[in-house]
Protein backbone atom coordinates (compact mmCIF):
# COMPACT_ATOMS: atom_id res chain seq x y z
CA UNK A 1 0.00 0.00 0.00
CA UNK A 2 1.00 3.36 -0.59
CA UNK A 3 0.40 6.58 2.12
CA UNK A 4 -0.02 10.14 1.15
CA UNK A 5 0.58 12.40 3.81
CA UNK A 6 -0.89 15.86 3.77
CA UNK A 7 -2.28 18.75 6.09
CA UNK A 8 1.27 19.80 7.59
CA UNK A 9 1.70 23.16 7.96
CA UNK A 10 2.64 26.39 10.44
CA UNK A 11 -0.07 26.92 12.91
CA UNK A 12 0.42 29.55 16.33
CA UNK A 13 0.49 27.85 19.67
CA UNK A 14 -2.89 27.19 20.75
CA UNK A 15 -4.12 26.13 17.05
CA UNK A 16 -5.15 23.43 15.10
CA UNK A 17 -4.72 21.40 12.30
CA UNK A 18 -6.16 18.44 10.94
CA UNK A 19 -3.51 15.98 9.41
CA UNK A 20 -4.88 13.22 6.62
CA UNK A 21 -3.10 9.87 5.28
CA UNK A 22 -4.59 8.37 1.96
CA UNK A 23 -4.43 4.93 1.17
CA UNK A 24 -3.51 3.41 -2.95
CA UNK A 25 -5.66 0.54 -1.86
CA UNK A 26 -8.97 -0.08 -1.24
CA UNK A 27 -7.93 -2.94 1.57
CA UNK A 28 -6.84 -0.30 3.79
CA UNK A 29 -9.33 -1.33 5.75
CA UNK A 30 -7.38 -4.22 6.41
CA UNK A 31 -4.50 -1.98 8.12
CA UNK A 32 -3.55 -0.75 11.48
CA UNK A 33 -2.43 3.09 10.87
CA UNK A 34 -0.15 4.92 13.47
CA UNK A 35 0.95 8.01 12.94
CA UNK A 36 4.38 9.16 14.61
CA UNK A 37 6.90 12.33 14.53
CA UNK A 38 10.10 13.12 13.83
CA UNK A 39 11.75 16.33 15.12
CA UNK A 40 15.58 17.83 14.00
CA UNK A 41 18.15 15.46 15.81
CA UNK A 42 15.71 13.01 17.84
CA UNK A 43 14.31 9.78 16.99
CA UNK A 44 10.76 9.24 15.66
CA UNK A 45 8.22 8.98 18.21
CA UNK A 46 5.11 7.54 18.21
CA UNK A 47 2.15 9.62 18.32
CA UNK A 48 -1.61 7.73 18.05
CA UNK A 49 -2.57 4.77 16.56
CA UNK A 50 -5.69 3.10 15.29
CA UNK A 51 -7.03 -0.12 14.93
CA UNK A 52 -8.80 -1.88 11.66
CA UNK A 53 -11.93 -1.14 12.62
CA UNK A 54 -11.07 2.44 13.88
CA UNK A 55 -12.56 0.72 17.53
CA UNK A 56 -9.40 1.75 19.17
CA UNK A 57 -7.72 3.93 19.79
CA UNK A 58 -4.45 4.51 20.97
CA UNK A 59 -1.97 7.60 21.87
CA UNK A 60 1.10 9.14 23.47
CA UNK A 61 0.50 10.91 27.15
CA UNK A 62 2.15 13.76 25.58
CA UNK A 63 -0.82 14.00 23.04
CA UNK A 64 -3.72 12.44 25.27
CA UNK A 65 -6.66 14.51 25.05
CA UNK A 66 -5.61 16.94 22.50
CA UNK A 67 -4.64 14.66 19.22
CA UNK A 68 -7.39 12.28 18.14
CA UNK A 69 -6.88 10.03 15.81
CA UNK A 70 -9.85 8.51 13.50
CA UNK A 71 -10.33 6.71 10.05
CA UNK A 72 -12.73 7.34 7.09
CA UNK A 73 -12.92 3.45 5.57
CA UNK A 74 -15.43 4.68 2.74
CA UNK A 75 -12.11 7.67 1.72
CA UNK A 76 -9.35 5.38 2.46
CA UNK A 77 -8.15 7.85 4.92
CA UNK A 78 -6.98 8.23 8.48
CA UNK A 79 -6.64 11.45 10.19
CA UNK A 80 -4.78 12.99 12.76
CA UNK A 81 -6.88 16.00 14.49
CA UNK A 82 -4.64 18.05 16.61
CA UNK A 83 -5.97 20.72 19.16
CA UNK A 84 -3.90 22.80 21.23
CA UNK A 85 -1.02 22.41 19.65
CA UNK A 86 2.39 23.47 21.34
CA UNK A 87 5.62 24.30 20.61
CA UNK A 88 7.12 21.14 21.25
CA UNK A 89 4.53 19.07 18.72
CA UNK A 90 7.00 20.99 15.90
CA UNK A 91 7.89 17.91 14.03
CA UNK A 92 7.83 15.85 10.92
CA UNK A 93 4.49 14.00 11.02
CA UNK A 94 4.28 10.28 9.42
CA UNK A 95 1.49 7.82 9.05
CA UNK A 96 2.64 4.27 9.22
CA UNK A 97 0.58 0.93 8.27
CA UNK A 98 0.72 -2.68 8.64
CA UNK A 99 -1.56 -5.51 7.81
CA UNK A 100 -0.30 -7.70 10.62
CA UNK A 101 0.75 -5.57 13.49
CA UNK A 102 -2.12 -6.68 16.54
CA UNK A 103 -3.37 -4.73 19.13
CA UNK A 104 -0.48 -5.12 21.38
CA UNK A 105 1.48 -4.23 18.97
CA UNK A 106 -0.65 -1.12 18.36
CA UNK A 107 -0.24 -0.24 21.79
CA UNK A 108 3.86 -1.26 21.98
CA UNK A 109 4.41 2.20 19.41
CA UNK A 110 7.18 0.55 17.87
CA UNK A 111 7.83 2.18 14.80
CA UNK A 112 10.19 -0.89 13.53
CA UNK A 113 6.45 -3.12 13.47
CA UNK A 114 4.95 -0.96 10.81
CA UNK A 115 6.34 -1.74 7.32
CA UNK A 116 4.69 1.08 4.99
CA UNK A 117 5.11 4.39 5.71
CA UNK A 118 4.21 7.72 3.92
CA UNK A 119 6.31 10.93 3.11
CA UNK A 120 5.80 12.70 5.84
CA UNK A 121 4.10 16.22 6.45
CA UNK A 122 5.78 19.14 8.33
CA UNK A 123 3.94 20.59 11.30
CA UNK A 124 5.28 23.58 13.20
CA UNK A 125 3.55 25.72 16.12
CA UNK A 126 5.30 29.26 16.69
CA UNK A 127 5.39 30.38 20.26
Known amino acids: VQLQASGGGLVQAGGSLRLSCAAS????????VGWFRQAPGKERYFVAA????????FYADSVEGRFTISRDHAKNTVHLQMNSLKAEDTAVYYC?????????????????????WGQGTQVTVSS
Open 96 to 116: AADRDLTRTGLRRGEANEYHY
Open 25 to 32: ERTFSYYV
Open 50 to 57: ISRSGGST
